[in-house]
C-alpha cells in the first residue's frame, strides 16, 4: 500500500533578491563617498604677529634674512648654500655680544627653517634668544642694521 507523503521541500537561499540588495548597497557607498586628493606636501602656515611701529629701537639686533628660495643673508651679505654654519661662527667671532633675529619669508618651507634653527643650535646660539618674525609676501625686506 502507497502512502500519500507530502513533497520534501528543500531550504534554498534565494539568490537574486540578494543580488538585488547587494546592488543597492554597492549604488549608496559609490555616491555617498567622498575621495580625497593624495597631498604630497604638508603645508603648514606660520603665525604672524602684526608689528606695533616706534621710533625707539629697544635693542640693536642684526638680521638674518631668509627668502621664499632659501637663500640667507646677515644684515644684507649673502651667505652661500651650505656656508650658514661657518658664517655664523665668524660672525660671532667679529661680534661678539651682537644678538641676532630671524626674519623668515612667509612661503618658506618648514624643513629650510628646522634648518636654519639647527645651524643656529650647532653654531652654540640659543633658539629661544633668536626671535623670528615672519615677512609677508608683500612686505619688503628689513633694513640693514647699522
Excluded: C
Aim: hydrophobic share 40%.
Amino acid at each position: 500500500m502507497k502512502f500519500h507523503r507530502p513533497p520534501k521541500s528543500r531550504n534554498t537561499v534565494q539568490i537574486v533578491p540578494l543580488i538585488d540588495i547587494l546592488l543597492v548597497l554597492l549604488i549608496f557607498f559609490i555616491v555617498s563617498t567622498h575621495f580625497k586628493k593624495p597631498r604630497n606636501v604638508l603645508r603648514i602656515e606660520l603665525p604672524t604677529v602684526r608689528e606695533v611701529k616706534s621710533d625707539q629701537v629697544s635693542e640693536e639686533r642684526s638680521v638674518i634674512a631668509v627668502n621664499v628660495d632659501g637663500k640667507i643673508t646677515i644684515d644684507s651679505l649673502a651667505v652661500p648654500d651650505g656656508l650658514f654654519e661657518s658664517y655664523l661662527a665668524a660672525y660671532q667671532k667679529q661680534n661678539p655680544g651682537r644678538k641676532l633675529e630671524l626674519e623668515a619669508d612667509k612661503m618658506l618651507p618648514l624643513e629650510k627653517l628646522l634648518g636654519i634653527w639647527d645651524s643656529l643650535t650647532k653654531a652654540g646660539i640659543a633658539i629661544k634668544d633668536v626671535p623670528a618674525r615672519i615677512r609677508l609676501p608683500d612686505q619688503s625686506p628689513a633694513p640693514p642694521g647699522p
